[in-house]
């Protein structure tokens, strides 16, 4: 600016009254507001180039060196070259992400321009847009006023493309080579072939050559009342003594994040929470904003056919079906409560009489259906099953596990529209609970990205120090009996309800003893697969059959315009082998997309 002086700017509306006053004032010519923007692209290029490697002496290059120099944000104006020296360098962001630059000539010499920013610092992320006014100097191009506001919770990251990997939409059909799918306003705008999909001048393109696209994952089958392990199933290992059991439930309604984070770094963008306490409905809103979080689904309390004990003084999670009235008003408890769905536990009860259990079953499903609520039920054995068909179940969470199904269950799920949701790899987690207790070995963790909390993992831990002594060998026969028949009968009942043409979706119960929130879903899709579903049949029962299950195929499950840009990008081809999915590249979640490395580093920070 040379030695001109000119009054210190207090925000961009005095700095342009300050650029008129020190003589710039006329509409540049054609080619010269070319030059401009070349410039200021240059700079600002630069300036974000010098945060993202955190080097002081490149970023302070990019500022005029006088008391003129202003800096505004949510704290207010800030002034002068010397405040902004005296931070430089103290704060910077362990991940910073500079999108979206967009630049427009004010006068000659003049350039006003703003990027869309992303910061995080430890475990805390901020979004927001930053400005810059770049006005030519005689000591070259400078940032003059600088300014960072926080975005409104809600506002979708900008636009973006993803380019040049293989397409697999969740539909099932063939896939497409070097494709496009472009983001944005947090929806997929278009997905497919570059001729069909080009790029707009101007959109951040991200390379995702060589790579593979899918929707993100749907666990249609988890409980974020549970913890997977242990204290949350204190039914299964009574721990209460060293982990009270209320005090393991008000953790859970207070810190939903850490089992929100370990979901999108394991590709789950989306779970269905089929039982718990009532303040699982929160989480539905909590979640939908986050963009480090999973939609969310939640049905609240299960209405059960069995007196079960694991409630709190206050709340419950389990709704006794004692009589009539128990199912009408439990049902429109949870219509009341806007409830996704109405989830019924149907455990025969050896002390009732099982026709009157099917009955109180058959009522809670009328009153659901009247209530314009989809009927959800455990049911493991085929009787109960059958019986939850007739009541009407629109989603079975569990494989029918001790017979192989009848020509009946099969007609029945076809005229219903059922969605059968196997569950395979649950026992396997009380097996192995109870095996390390005895034992004293510490069981093995599957989760092959770093997903899991460190708390969870802590605890896991524990249980080859609990010192549970060995149960009684007659009961312990029994058990691997049992286990021995659900292994062998549920994946041929698994094949038989495929090839019946009855919809297939994945879900793991996640939340229970060591089937843990988030990597389970490996196993599970692995053991489908194992079962003798093809791995495209697998993905989509994971994907598009998932959204379907949680009512909301209209808004993800598929990479379709007009939908969630809720993606998952993998190394190699889950469709030659569903194990390929372990190999996550980047999560999109509305838009936003992740690497590996981040989603990790964000879901357990102290590793």
Not at 97 to 118: A, C, N, S
Not at 425 to 454: I, K, Q
């Amino acid at each position: 600016m040379g030695r001109r002086r000119c009054p210190s700017p207090a925000g961009f509306l005095s700095l342009l009254l300050v650029v008129n006053a020190c003589g710039v004032s006329a509409l540049p010519a054609r080619g010269r507001e070319g030059e401009d923007l070349r410039a200021a692209r240059k700079l600002f290029e630069a300036n974000l180039d010098a945060i993202r490697k955190k080097d002081r002496e490149a970023y302070l290059a990019c500022y005029l060196h006088s008391p003129s120099l202003a800096r505004t944000g949510p704290g207010g104006v800030e002034r002068g070259f010397d405040a902004l020296a005296g931070d430089a360098g103290s704060k910077w962001p362990d991940r910073f992400e500079g999108l979206d630059l967009q630049l427009v000539p004010i006068r000659p010499g003049l350039v006003y321009g703003t990027y869309r920013y992303r910061v995080r610092y430890g475990e805390v992320e901020q979004t927001g847009l930053s400005e810059r006014l770049f006005l030519n100097t005689k000591e070259g191009w400078r940032i003059v006023v600088t300014s960072a506001f926080p975005a409104e919770r809600g506002t979708p990251p900008p636009p973006r493309a993803l380019a040049g990997a293989t397409l697999l939409d969740g539909r099932g059909g063939a896939a497409t080579p070097d494709s496009v799918v472009l983001l944005r306003d947090g929806k997929i705008a278009c997905a497919g072939s570059r001729s069909t999909c080009p790029v707009p001048s101007g959109t951040e393109v991200l390379d995702v050559s060589g790579l593979w696209i899918t929707p993100g994952l749907v666990d249609a089958h988890v409980h974020f009342s549970q913890t997977g392990w242990a204290d949350g199933r204190p039914d299964a290992m009574d721990v209460r003594v060293r982990f009270p059991y209320p005090e393991v439930e008000a953790g859970l309604r207070a810190h939903p994040e850490r089992f929100f984070r370990s979901y999108l770094c394991s590709g789950v963008t989306a779970v269905f929470d089929v039982g718990g306490f009532p303040w699982t409905w929160e989480l539905r809103q909590l979640s939908e904003g986050d963009l480090m979080a999973p939609h969310v689904a939640a049905t609240g309390p299960l209405l059960s056919t069995w007196d079960f004990w694991l409630n709190l003084p206050a709340e419950k999670q389990f709704l006794y079906l004692g009589k009539e009235e128990d199912a009408l008003s439990a049902v429109g408890y949870l219509a009341a409560h806007h409830s996704d769905a109405v989830k019924v536990w149907f455990i025969p009860d050896p002390k009732r009489d099982f026709d009157e259990m099917a009955r109180l079953v058959g009522v809670a499903g009328a009153e659901a259906r009247r209530l314009q609520l989809p009927l959800i039920v455990h049911a493991t054995g085929l009787r109960e099953a059958k019986a939850a068909l007739k009541a009407g179940a629109r989603v079975l969470v569990h494989s029918v596990g001790d017979v192989p199904v009848d020509e009946e269950f099969l007609r029945l799920a076809r005229e219903n529209g059922t969605l059968y949701c196997p569950t395979l790899t649950v026992v396997d987690g009380y097996r192995r609970l109870s095996e390390s207790a005895e034992t004293g070995a510490a069981p093995e963790v599957d989760d092959p990205n770093g997903c899991v909390d460190h708390e969870t993992l802590a605890h896991v831990a524990l249980t080859a120090s609990l010192g549970v002594k060995p149960p009684d060998p007659q009961a312990s026969a029994k058990r691997e009996a049992r286990f021995a028949i659900y292994a062998k009968v549920a994946p041929a009942n698994l094949r038989a309800v495929r090839d019946a043409g009855i919809p297939v979706v994945m879900g793991t119960d996640a939340g229970n003893p060591l089937t843990l929130h988030g990597p389970s879903v490996y196993a599970e899709m692995e053991a489908m697969q194992a079962a003798g579903l093809t791995p495209m049949e697998v993905l989509v029962a994971s994907t598009r059959n998932g959204a379907q299950a949680m009512g909301r195929l209209a808004e993800w499950g598929t990479v379709e315009a007009g939908k969630a840009a809720d993606l998952l990008v993998v190394e190699e081809d889950p469709s030659r082998d569903i194990k390929n999915l372990r190999r996550i590249r980047y999560v999109v979640r509305g838009g936003m997309v992740r690497s590996l490395d981040e989603l990790r580093a964000a879901s357990s920070p102290s590793r």
